[in-house]
């Protein structure tokens, strides 16, 4: 009679550590919105770049979502979290298919806003439904009482922070003139593709699966870098260093009350006053920066 025997198969591992992977994807994410952001020496409007940039987006997406389906069956918190940091570039691909990067008038930018906007919000609403992240894991229940005025505090804070990123960056406005229709439909515009999409996929999905991974605060600060990262289009180091204080910011309020709300409207209420507002307002105050 012969015994069966067991064998016990090794655990699989990667030969890097997990958090060097998110690491690397930062350093992508850095260097292809470097090469985006690089002018023609001769004439700063021109992105000779920018091709090369989008492809390593690209890249990275496809690369992200291969890794994830690679250790999903052994590794299933770093596979979540793979998924999730997929939706960073997925951000500046879907940005980049709108004209004004390529060329166009400011005032033609909401519209084409608004067509990336909408797959952007379903490809965040599908990776939440995949990975079963529910409206209340996303911090979108319903707001009463004291949770309520909390998060209207958090809303409110988009005032300041819009005028104070005008007063940094001076941005040409995306409507021809301040109308209570155009700043209506442009501030809906913004909440969906901004507000909502953005901060669904960032203090959503991509926070609570780098805190499941990394820990409550090095996960904080890992989505705060690439949220940082992902505005150095802009070209400017003050504007950067402010988006990171107030990505910081809307990652603490997500992790203390748990609740999405205020920092969706801040986003929001930010950017109309940005690009809405203030350039009207603030125009012969603050008048353009020099190229």
Known sequence: ETMATETVKPARTLPLPRWSL??????AVVVAEIL?????PTNPKILPYQQYGLLLHILLAFALLFVAVYVQDWD??????LVALSLAPLI??????????????PVDTLPWLAVV????????GAVAYVQRISLQDLGLRLLAGRTGWIQAAIALTGLPLGFIEYAILREQAWIPSPTLEDIVLGGLVMFIATGLAEEIIFRGIMLRRAIDLFGTWKGVLFVTCVFSAMHIFFRNWVDLAFVFCVGLLYAVCMVKTKNLWGAIASHTLANVIL?????????????PIAP
């Not at 299933?76 to 979290?81: A, C, D, H, R, V």
């Not at 691909?93 to 709108?98: D, E, P, Q, R, V």
């Not at 690009?275 to 008048?287: G, M, R, S, T």
């Open 275 to 287: 690009y809405l507002i203030a350039p009207f307002l603030l125009v012969h105050l603050l008048p």
């Open 36 to 40: 985006i952001a690089i002018p023609d």
């Open 117 to 124: 906007g909408i797959p952007l919000l379903t490809a965040a």
């Open 22 to 27: 998110g690491v690397l994807a930062l350093i």
């Open 92 to 105: 500046r691909i879907f940005s980049l298919s709108m004209p004004r990067f390529w060329g166009t008038a």
């Open 76 to 81: 299933l918190p770093l596979s979540l979290f």
